[in-house]
């Protein structure tokens, strides 16, 4: 996540950011330094300036796009979902660590959280509350219908776990 700070300003607008209202920050560089985008890269941002961005959604999708590749490398976490609408990982438990699931939204670029032993009752009933904008909530809600058919409980998830191979 992008270091932040009180008064940090707003990647878009210059403004400074208030961290205890809602903002929108990323987490690494995902874009060449000579693509325009480059400089908004790791940076906090307002929400209300973010959500009517021109270039959200280009960028909200090459920020998922490189949260997806990460996880690919990573034999902690299992790509269990990718379509248009988002993408899902998994993280199952390890020793004292508990399962996480993660669902990126293309749309936005966010996430949600849902401790894996919880899965089948947030798809169920995801608690939008926890949106930071109604663009966030929509783009989940649009997801949703895809992740159910996909992935429709934590025993599917399972599938996903990587498998211990034995060399002969």
Request: overall charge neutral.
């Amino acid at each position: 996540m992008a270091l932040l700070f009180d008064d940090s300003p707003c990647a878009i607008c210059g403004k400074p950011l208030d961290l205890k209202r809602n903002l929108f920050a990323t987490s690494g560089v995902f874009f060449p330094p000579g693509d325009p985008l480059w400089r908004f890269c790791d940076a906090g941002m307002h929400w209300s300036c973010y959500a009517d961005w021109p270039e959200r959604s280009r960028f909200a999708r090459t920020y998922v796009l490189s949260r997806m590749e990460a996880t690919r490398s990573n034999p902690f976490w299992s790509i269990v979902h990718f379509d248009d609408h988002s993408f899902v990982e998994v993280r199952f438990p390890i020793r004292r660590v508990p399962g996480l699931v993660k669902v990126w939204l293309l749309k936005t670029g966010s996430s949600f959280q849902v401790p894996l032993n919880e899965w089948q009752k947030w798809l169920e009933s995801p608690d939008t509350s926890v949106a930071d904008h109604p663009l966030e909530m929509d783009a989940l809600l649009e997801a949703l219908p895809h992740i159910r058919t996909s992935i429709p409980t934590e025993a599917w998830l399972t599938l996903a776990r990587p498998r211990k191979t034995t060399r002969q």
